[in-house]
């Protein structure tokens, strides 16, 4: 072992390019969409450092164009799911006592590779199974899961940093255990990053992971493990299976080694996983740590002082940048009064000029939505809006899954606060505005607060100071990331830790320090330097 403390490299957010007409990324990002378009992938499981392929398979296709084939993936089952926490156990115990500078190492490497040679490759993947355009797939997809990486890299450092103080002739320590078991990673489809996170996170500090991804984002989960594999992880750390809910759910939560739930999804989902976990609560070694980030129904609220054309970029931008399908998208607004007329005028002029298609047209703001469910489940929502009385649709209402699972981006306003669409989680491209009379200002944020279950994020956009500080206050818990002046959605790690409160999840704020603590077990060490050898104290003796 080396005597040395080492220092990792500083972290930073990677710079996001921006793929201009005749630009090297531009040209390299279209041969990489032409490449895997023309390749059909037979994906296989990832399990102990074995690529494992099943009899079942399923075909995986563009959300944007149902009709092209990206290949198979080989569907797992209940004997998947077993060996897999088997290969993670069996690999924790070397993972745990490599020196953390050589797990930090690999995560490092996989930041880069994933920058550097594999940039284009991870792009185009989450651009064709996801259905993101370009831009949308660089934040996402590179730079979001680089700075994952090295930020959490960063933190595990200033963590093992954290030592207590100690006193004469004592030496006082503390070890930051993983915890014992496994972890579950659960996954989502709308973000690579929360995918590649969520199993490397805990995996970082010393852990085991057992991930289980969503299956309309299989296709680039599978290269994050290739990544992986080529940064050194070693086999058995991270096992990646695809196999239904219910199957792994029943194995995993059943487990006596079965330590942590990390999760992204729904919160009818998260909540049933909780309530199953505290079923089997004392079949476990370990009370498990549950982190779970849910569902959200973020808000904007202009007030009358607010730049009517910044409200309207904000609206445009943060509802229907990737079809509305993030947990941070603006699904509510409350315009003042007396700029709505302006608000709605450049709003409607934004989304004109909104082109729908294909994510390989690089001139398309709005792509698919992610499979025929939630086209579906969106329609209906605005199939019943035309039909009320208390909503009027004023821009898009259309929608056709022909082709691909395509939805244009829909504004409603609504004369009702509580209407459906303004209180329920829809994940798709539906904004729903109220427009409040000037002077119930702060009635309307008492309205923004008790509206919703959720708590994820917000926006509230305004000129007057005074006003600003008022919403901060009166806002403080609907939203556990809240923007002033800008649009609810586009946290950036090591800048603003994302995470909410109440429906929308436990706020454990993935890229801060506060997510990989509760990955750790810190065992606390007292070493008395010059032991005592008499038994008898002080004040024992004669007077």
């Given at each position: 072992?080396?005597?040395?403390?080492?220092?990792?490299?500083?972290?930073?957010?990677?710079?996001?390019?921006?793929?201009?007409?005749?630009?090297?990324?531009?040209?390299?990002?279209?041969?990489?969409?032409?490449?895997?378009?023309?390749?059909?992938?037979?994906?296989?499981?990832?399990?102990?450092?074995?690529?494992?392929?099943?009899?079942?398979?399923?075909?995986?296709?563009?959300?944007?164009?149902?009709?092209?084939?990206?290949?198979?993936?080989?569907?797992?089952?209940?004997?998947?799911?077993?060996?897999?926490?088997?290969?993670?156990?069996?690999?924790?115990?070397?993972?745990?006592?490599?020196?953390?500078?050589?797990r930090a190492a690999i995560f490092l490497r996989a930041a880069d590779l994933l920058t550097g040679p594999y940039r284009a490759r991870m792009s185009a993947a989450t651009m064709l199974c996801q259905s993101k355009n370009a831009y949308q797939a660089e934040i996402d997809c590179i730079c979001e899961l680089a700075d994952f990486w090295r930020y959490n890299v960063h933190f595990m450092q200033e963590i093992y940093k954290q030592q207590p103080v100690s006193s004469r002739n004592t030496w006082n320590r503390t070890d930051w255990r993983p915890l014992e078991g496994f972890i579950f990673a659960l996954t989502p489809f709308n973000f690579t990053a929360i995918a590649g996170n969520l199993p490397t996170a805990p995996a970082m500090l010393g852990n085991v992971a057992v991930w289980k991804p969503a299956e309309s984002q299989i296709y680039s989960a599978a290269l994050i493990m290739d990544i992986l594999e080529e940064a050194g992880l070693p086999a058995g750390v991270i096992n990646l299976v695809y196999v239904d809910g219910p199957t792994v759910g029943d194995i995993v939560l059943k487990h006596p080694e079965f330590a942590g739930l990390h999760f992204t999804g729904s919160t009818g989902v998260f909540q049933k996983l909780w309530g199953t976990i505290g079923n089997n609560i004392a079949n476990y070694k370990s009370y498990p740590r549950i982190v779970g980030e849910t569902g959200g129904k973020d808000f904007v609220v202009a007030h009358s002082t607010a730049d009517p054309k910044m409200v309207a970029v904000a609206l445009g931008r943060g509802a229907f940048e990737y079809q509305g399908q993030k947990c941070s998208a603006a699904s509510r607004a409350y315009i003042s009064k007396s700029i709505w007329p302006e608000v709605e005028r450049y709003l409607l002029a934004d989304l004109k000029e909104m082109k729908m298609g294909s994510t390989e047209d690089f001139t398309n703001f709005i792509n698919a939505v992610i499979d025929e469910r939630a086209f579906n489940k969106i329609s209906a929502?605005?199939?019943?809006?035309?039909?009320?009385?208390?909503?009027?649709?004023?821009?898009?209402?259309?929608?056709?899954?022909?082709?691909?699972?395509?939805?244009?981006?829909?504004?409603?306003?609504?004369?009702?606060?509580?209407?459906?669409?303004?209180?329920?989680?829809?994940?798709?491209?539906?904004?729903?505005?109220?427009?409040?009379?000037?002077?119930?200002?702060?009635?309307?944020?008492?309205?923004?607060?008790?509206?919703?279950?959720?708590?994820?994020?917000?926006?509230?956009?305004?000129?007057?100071?005074?006003?600003?500080?008022?919403?901060?206050?009166?806002?403080?818990?609907?939203?556990?990331?809240?923007?002033?002046?800008?649009?609810?959605?586009?946290?950036?790690?090591?800048?603003?830790?994302?995470?909410?409160?109440?429906?929308?999840?436990?706020?454990?704020?993935?890229?801060?320090?506060?997510?990989?603590?509760?990955?750790?077990?810190?065992?606390?060490?007292?070493?008395?330097?010059?032991?005592?050898?008499?038994?008898?104290?002080?004040?024992?003796?004669?007077?």
């Open positions: 072992m080396p005597d040395a403390i080492f220092t990792i490299p500083p972290p930073y957010n990677e710079p996001i390019l921006n793929y201009a007409p005749g630009s090297p990324e531009k040209l390299s990002l279209k041969t990489a969409l032409a490449d895997a378009k023309a390749t059909q992938k037979d994906i296989p499981m990832y399990i102990g450092g074995k690529h494992v392929f099943s009899d079942e398979k399923v075909s995986m296709h563009p959300p944007h164009e149902r009709a092209h084939t990206l290949g198979v993936y080989s569907k797992g089952n209940a004997t998947h799911v077993s060996a897999a926490i088997e290969a993670a156990l069996a690999a924790k115990p070397k993972w745990e006592a490599m020196a953390w500078e050589e929502y605005i199939d019943a809006a035309k039909q009320s009385d208390k909503v009027s649709i004023i821009a898009g209402g259309g929608y056709d899954k022909s082709k691909g699972y395509f939805i244009e981006p829909t504004v409603l306003v609504t004369n009702d606060p509580t209407y459906t669409t303004m209180c329920e989680e829809i994940f798709g491209p539906v904004l729903t505005i109220y427009v409040y009379d000037d002077q119930d200002f702060e009635a309307t944020l008492d309205l923004v607060d008790r509206t919703s279950p959720y708590a994820l994020t917000g926006a509230f956009i305004a000129r007057d100071r005074e006003v600003i500080a008022m919403a901060n206050d009166r806002l403080r818990h609907s939203a556990g990331n809240y923007y002033i002046n800008d649009k609810p959605t586009g946290a950036v790690v090591g800048q603003q830790p994302f995470g909410g409160g109440r429906a929308s999840g436990t706020n454990d704020k993935a890229g801060s320090m506060i997510n990989l603590y509760r990955w750790l077990s810190p065992r606390t060490m007292k070493e008395n330097l010059v032991p005592p050898t008499d038994f008898k104290y002080p004040f024992l003796g004669a007077e």
